[in-house]
């Protein structure tokens, strides 16, 4: 490869895009504070060192973000560790065909729902850029649609940004919706669906939410796919067959699940101050993993991650953490708490 080619990096290693001179595609990033000092006796490609190669492959990964979120260089961006540490993350596969929960990683997400201001996203970023929090936990934070670019901004960057909702198209005459499109371009990279305030309140149909989460990944989002059964299902007997029907409806839409995250949330205890116990989350959560088993595969029934939600707190979270096939958690009103360091932390 000759000096001065533009590079990209996917999945399958670095790859030529473009030939021009790296000082002219980017002469304000390629400074001390970015490129490491070269050094001649180590290994190069056209004479450009592994370390650079990477230092200006982060760059152009990040170009039009550059213009879009200025303020994404005040966090780890601006050191050569931090880049090199989301290289770590960028290549590491979050889930695995073992069925061992420890091999699927821990994801928690934190779903603010229709709360904050800046002043509060303001403090809770602030918390959560100054924890040390558990490496081997993904955390996505579902903020409110108008507050995401203020929260991509300000957040660390290693965490994961939800919207809460999304429709089925790209674009088109549907007012006040907003398009899986149009989260990706403010910088979000994972999307909430099927929450039971969308089912319960808005009255969304285990149909129309399978086709959101379909268009959802097709458009290069993450998918929370939310199900979960009411008071009243349950004390039916019903929670099993409610919770089948509602994944039947996704997987008559969704054909690779690797983006998908499963959220498990008794609509009786979202909000409530009630919570299943560790054993009744955990007989739900077996039930799912062997519907995948029956229904889709044993390798996606291996390595789907299935979060609990309902009324996580610090004080639950780590008995909840330790029952086999809760692989995370979606947590509501403590996510806006300084408590959700801990429940970020529960594995520990």
Known sequence: ????????????????IASVTLLQRFPYHLNHHTIP?????????????????KAVVSQALLGKFTAVFPKLFKC????????????????????DSNSNNMSRKFCVGGNWKMNGDQKSIAEIAKTLSSAALDPNTEVVIGCPAIYLMYARNLLPCELGLAGQNAYKVAKGAFTGEISPAMLKDIGADWVILGHSERRAIFGESDALIAEKAEHALAEGLKVIACIGETLEEREAGKTNEVVARQMCAYAQKIKD???????????????????????????????LR?????????????????????????????????????DGFLVGGASLKPEFVDIINARQ
């Open 1 to 16: 490869m000759p000096p001065g080619v533009l590079t990209k990096l996917n999945r399958n290693g670095i790859q030529c």
């Open 37 to 53: 000092t070269m050094d001649h006796n180590r290994p190069t490609v056209g004479g450009v060192t592994a370390e650079v190669l």
């Open 76 to 95: 780890q961006w601006k050191t050569y560790e931090g880049q090199k540490k989301f290289y770590a993350n960028f290549s590491t596969d979050c889930t």
């Open 257 to 287: 699940w690797k983006n998908v995250v499963v959220a498990y949330e008794p609509v009786w205890a979202i909000g409530t101050g009630k919570t299943a116990t560790p054993d009744q989350a955990q007989e739900v959560h077996a039930f």
């Open 290 to 326: 062997q519907w995948l088993s029956d229904n889709i595969s044993k390798e996606v029934s291996a390595s789907l991650r299935i979060q609990y939600g309902g009324s996580v707190t610090a004080a639950n979270a780590k008995e909840l953490a330790k029952k086999p096939d809760i």
